[in-house]
């Protein structure tokens, strides 16, 4: 029996909707992805070399080591999607198989919640760096010298603590662990993003003012500005994290040549500082210029990760 003019129309409509993955971060957005290479096997071997990547905005050593391998992995024959998304979706995306890579996971603490939550249907490629939280202030504030100072010095410092986003693992261990063990509960924690942090610091050193604001190591704001970080007697941060790349369950033995390298790949802080400090002054939209620029002078650093490879 042919189907009604509605009938049609329905079913069009659910075909459309069937070709977007969408899924709903932890914030309550939406987020669409695409480019999702699940099922593909890029082993170099003449399979179908195709890399998802995400990549939140702001920060910068995840913006850093995700151009870093585009830049690397295109060299190599691989086609590569980057995609910007929030921390949530990221984790969702590639525990669904929606994104291949995300290399900026920090483990075991700060981004802890969402690596329990779906752990099962995830893998760590490899570890490449230690990553420490903080909170920080410019140098010439002198009487601020550990956490437990921002307290005494509430009102000098504008009674707030200048974040990043509200749904970083940072923001979550500032409101359950910092604030609540050094009585800070009195200060208002802005809660906006990374490069909004980033110009409310600039602003106030370029005026010489008071401020304190939560960053993490490394980042290249510490070879740009004159900062200090604020001592945690109390050690509420915790030890290190390390950042770890993650990848969808079973991604690593699906691709064998890339996450051969990846295992390979190690960065001393002062190498992905001046790697972060280069994209920064080469400003938004030139990621992956000044990342090539980076690579060629670091060639000899580079070529170390492809080493005992066919590549």
């Known amino acids: 029996m042919p189907r009604s003019p509605r009938a049609r ?16 971060a932890c914030s309550g957005q939406t987020t669409t992805f695409s480019g999702g290479t699940k099922s593909s096997s890029n082993s170099g071997g003449g399979g179908n070399k195709k890399v998802s990547i995400s990549v939140v905005a702001g920060w910068d050593e995840d913006v850093a080591a995700s151009n870093l391998w585009k830049v690397l992995l295109e060299q190599h024959g691989y086609t590569v999607n980057m995609q910007e998304l929030d921390i949530a979706s990221t984790f969702t995306g590639v525990a669904n198989g929606q994104i291949d890579l995300y290399f900026d996971a920090w483990l075991p603490q700060t981004h802890g919640v969402y690596w329990d939550r779906f752990q099962n249907q995830l893998e760590k490629v490899t570890t490449w760096q230690d990553g420490v939280n903080t909170l920080v202030v410019p140098d010439y504030v002198s009487d601020v010298n550990t956490i437990a100072d921002v307290k005494t010095h509430a009102a000098d410092l504008d009674n707030r603590i200048v974040g990043i986003e509200a749904g970083a693992g940072e923001m979550k261990a500032m409101r359950e662990k ?41 980042h290249w704001a510490f070879s740009r500005y004159p900062l200090k970080v604020l001592q945690d007697p109390q050690g509420a941060w915790g030890p290190p994290d390390q950042m770890t790349i993650i990848a969808t369950k079973g991604w690593s033995e699906a691709n064998p040549e890339v996450a051969g390298w990846l295992k390979n790949f190690k960065i001393t802080p002062e190498q992905l500082s001046s790697l972060m400090l280069k994209i920064q002054e080469a400003g938004k939209g030139q990621e992956e210029t000044a990342t090539k620029q980076w690579v060629a002078d670091n060639q000899q650093v580079v070529d170390a990760w492809f080493k005992g490879t066919n590549s």
């Open 9 to 24: 129309r329905a079913s069009l409509l659910a075909g459309l909707v069937a070709l977007l993955i969408t899924i709903t």
């Open 178 to 218: 910092i604030i609540p063990a050094y009585g800070l509960e009195g200060m208002t924690l802005v809660e906006g993003s990374s490069p909004a942090m980033l110009a409310t610091l600039d602003s106030a050193i370029k005026q010489k003012q008071p401020v304190v604001v939560t960053l993490w190591q490394p």
